[in-house]
């Protein structure tokens, strides 16, 4: 069993900057993959962006290239989303998540899941 933690959301004006982080507990060795998903309102929930704990390969949903930055802190067992240029549609329910197996946008794959942090931007 993994246990994540997400902090970081909030409200910011559009243009501004945010950080999320996701703290991993438990069977941390299992975790191939941490991956970032966001909920808006009325919208399923879509793929944000991943990194793998090993190689530290990263993939990015073609809305948040270039603007959003995945890092990672293996000792801590930690994984950030930095937020940069945010703009109105990105406000949303950010989720980060554990593969045990697999890094990338399927979200079938990721097995364990952390309660979500809002992010509001105001336009």
Partial sequence: QVHLVESGG???QAGGSLRLSCAASGRTFNIYAMGWFRQAPGKERE???SIAWGSGTLYYADSVKDRFTISRDNA???TYLQMNSLKFEDTAVYYCAVSTYHSGSFEATYKYWGQGTQVTVSS
């Fill in 47 to 49: 793929f944000v962006g």
């Fill in 76 to 78: 801590e067992s930690t």
């Fill in 10 to 12: 909030g409200l910011v």
